[in-house]
């Protein structure tokens, strides 16, 4: 059993990962909401080379910290997808027993849906049948709903979809880390926990299979390229119109 929550970063569809092969980028010890920790991690990640300015996709489990140091460090170039999985166990959380299967089947037939319009629908609907049901539910799908969506308006393609729409593809690491650390009888303090992690992590990447739809990575690239110039060219609009209605 590991004792403390770790943070790892790990790349699945940016360059030079075209081929669907995934790597561990970093970790660190700490938590998702430990703001100063995620800076840190994606500090390091920077001063080791990675340019934050090309447009990611950025699949995140819904830490607030995470997505805010991500937004500091990438700024529009960063499309965040929040994972499907965490929000629909956040929502179904809230609800008595009886309600959870339908609840569930709702939310997963809206995200199974391919057309951003009609998942963002379904989940309109569903917001405001769990606002009769139980506010405090409907008020955790209204929390980050959009960037849930951001597979599905990037339309990226089914398969592909279905893997970065959570971050169940981490998952498998995670079980072979918990099984390396087995072997450990008692933490110590200073970096033991961090060591052991990573040398499990590196057994991991040993079995790490390629990215399941790997082969439309080249048109989510596309994709988020393309979306990124349409928000700066829609922010140039932003700035223009009011220095525009100041000069007359």
């Not at 030079?16 to 840190?40: F, H, I, M, Q, W």
């Not at 299967?101 to 405001?128: C, G, I, T, W």
Request: aromatic share 4%; net charge positive.
């Amino acid at each position: 059993m590991i004792p403390k929550a770790t943070i790892i970063c790990r790349s699945r569809n940016g360059v030079p990962n075209r081929d669907g092969r995934k790597t561990v980028l970093g970790l660190r010890e700490g938590a998702t909401e430990n703001a100063a920790v995620v800076s840190e991690l994606l500090g390091d990640l920077a001063a080791r080379g990675l340019d934050f300015s090309v447009p990611r996709l950025y699949v995140l489990d819904g830490g607030k910290a995470f997505a805010a140091a991500v937004r500091r460090h990438a700024g529009e170039a960063a499309m965040i997808q929040r994972c499907q999985v965490h929000k629909r166990r956040n929502v179904l959380d809230h609800l008595p027993e009886e309600h959870k299967p339908a609840v569930k089947k709702k939310l997963q037939n809206a995200y199974f849906m391919s057309e951003y319009a009609d998942a963002k629908r379904a989940l309109d609907r569903l917001h405001r049948e769990l606002m009769e049901l139980n506010p405090r539910a409907a008020r955790s799908l209204e929390e980050g709903m959009e960037e849930t969506l951001t597979v599905q308006r990037l339309r990226v393609p089914a398969q592909l979809r279905r893997t970065l729409a959570s971050t169940n593809v981490i998952e498998s690491a995670f079980s072979i880390v918990e099984t390396v650390c087995r072997n450990v009888k008692r933490w110590r303090a200073g970096d033991h926990i961090e060591r052991w992690v990573g040398s499990g992590l590196l057994v991991a990447e040993r079995q790490f299979r390629k990215v399941q739809g790997y082969r439309d990575i080249p048109a989510l690239l596309t994709a988020l390229a393309n979306t990124v110039a349409k928000q700066g060219v829609a922010e140039e609009v932003k700035v223009a119109q009011p220095m525009t209605v100041e000069s007359r």
